[in-house]
């Protein structure tokens, strides 16, 4: 496993390492997006992140071209249609199944163009103002090429928005987080329907996890995550762990290029 994927991680405490039969390791993002939003609703560490973006929207000059890459169904785009609505917005998400719950959501927003690839297969330079980019850089291959090509979206200056998952996703430890809570907000009975209708959650963050320490999709320090974005040719100017630890969370702009 991995050395850094340990260094300050809640990691599991007791877990089969082989991946689940039949299954390979990684994530169903399809199986995943029709599960996915109960996430948004339901899980207040998600909300919190969604709410930093808002916010770090409003803070900055309203901009022209917008990129939301691995967008999934759209919860970040949501945000950006709402305070941006005279922005461009293009969406870069190569999974079928996430893609189209994004355009059922936000087809009443004519300024989001789709684009239905990997960031690694778009052939676009130096347009966008800011890229958002949530939890999807540990799971595209080579991170250290794919933080380039964010860098090439952008026009030097432009803002990069970050969040990526760099610790083991510690599946036992979030799902008894989220049933406190739920336990709390909906009572025992809610609690266990929302488990239920959110089984494939827990599947396919056991995928993640297999995916982690098999190597498969990236693990980082908060230091480590830092080092790679510099190369790639930003300014960090604000960096947070986030996702209760899980995570971190990188504002950037896009330095001229040498
Ligand atoms: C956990 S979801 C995050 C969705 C959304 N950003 C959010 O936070 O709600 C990760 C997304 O990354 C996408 N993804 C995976 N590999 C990618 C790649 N190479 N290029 C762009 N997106 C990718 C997946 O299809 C998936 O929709």
Same mark, same amino acid.
């Given at each position: ?34 599960? $996915?939003?109960?996430?948004? *609703?339901?899980?207040p560490?998600? +909300? ?12 900055? !000059? ?30 870069? !998400?190569?999974?079928? =199944? ?35 980019c949530?939890?999807a ?5 080579? +991170?250290?090429e794919?933080?380039?090509?964010l ?6 200056? =432009? ?9 083991y996703?510690?599946?036992? *430890? ?7 809570? /739920?336990?709390? *907000? ?13 089984? !494939? &959650? ?17 693990t980082?320090? !908060?230091?480590? &995550? ?15 762990s986030? $996702?209760?630890?899980?995570?971190? /969370?990188?504002?950037c702009?896009a330095m001229?290029?040498?």
């Amino acid at each position: 496993m991995p050395s850094q994927a340990r260094a300050g991680a809640p990691a599991p405490l007791s877990f089969d390492w082989s991946a689940p039969a039949g299954q390979t390791a990684r994530a169903d993002w399809s199986a995943y997006a029709k599960a $996915y939003d109960m996430l948004s *609703e339901y899980n207040p560490a998600y +909300q919190v992140l969604l709410q930093d973006f808002e916010t770090f929207l409003g803070t900055i !000059e309203t901009p022209r071209v917008i990129y939301d890459v691995g967008g999934g169904t759209g919860n970040y785009t949501e945000v950006a249609t709402r305070v941006c609505p005279g922005s461009e917005i293009r969406v870069v !998400e190569p999974d079928a =199944g996430m893609m189209g719950l994004a355009q059922a959501k936000l087809s009443a927003h004519g300024n989001v163009t789709y684009f239905n690839r990997a960031l690694e297969d778009v052939d676009a330079s130096g347009t966008a103002d800011l890229v958002i980019c949530v939890h999807a850089l540990y799971a595209m291959p080579r +991170q250290e090429e794919r933080l380039g090509d964010l860098r090439r979206l952008l026009r030097p200056g =432009g803002w990069l928005y970050l969040i990526d998952l760099g610790r083991y996703m510690n599946v036992a *430890e979030w799902r008894s987080y989220l049933f406190s809570h /739920l336990k709390r *907000e909906h009572g025992l009975a809610g609690a266990l329907r929302i488990f239920w209708q959110g089984r !494939e &959650i827990g599947k396919q963050n056991k995928s993640i996890l297999h995916a982690q320490v098999s190597g498969v999709y990236w693990t980082h320090t !908060e230091a480590e &995550i830092a080092s790679s974005v510099t190369a790639a040719g930003f300014k960090i100017l604000r960096q947070d762990s986030v $996702y209760r630890g899980y995570s971190d /969370l990188l504002v950037c702009r896009a330095m001229r290029h040498a």
